[in-house]
């Protein structure tokens, strides 16, 4: 069964830092591009970033220079170090594999930038 669980949100101060963190399970992590998404409340779900089978990144303009994405497949693991929080950062965070159809979307976690 694939699973991708998204954790590591919580409350932050606005100008703050916190990483997320997102296990993979039930596929080979080595096979696909992952993603992170955020969807804040009352608005769609929007990518955030997103890095390639062989380490490319690609980050939204909103998130440049401050957010990083990175990934251990050894481990199944995938990371978003975020910086320089801003409360427009405030949004549930989930992670994916990029380019494949599907419903399946995890409980994602919560992160919460206060002003």
């Known amino acids: 069964e694939v699973q991708l669980q998204a954790s590591g949100g919580g409350l932050v101060q606005a100008g703050g830092s916190r990483r997320l963190s997102c296990e993979a399970s039930?596929?080979?992590?080595?096979?696909?591009?992952i993603g992170w998404f955020r969807q804040a409340p009352g608005k769609e779900r929007e990518g955030v970033s997103c890095?390639?089978?062989?380490?490319?990144?690609v980050y939204a303009d909103s998130v440049k220079g401050r957010f990083t994405i990175s990934r251990d497949n050894a481990k199944n693991m995938v990371y978003l170090q975020m910086n320089s929080l801003k409360p427009e950062d405030t949004a549930i965070y989930y992670c994916?594999?990029?380019?494949?159809?599907?419903?399946?979307w995890g409980q994602g976690t919560q992160v919460t930038v206060s002003s």
């Open positions: 039930g596929f080979s992590l080595d096979d696909y591009a």
């Open positions: 994916n594999r990029v380019g494949v159809k599907t419903n399946y």
């Open positions: 890095i390639s089978t062989i380490g490319s990144t």
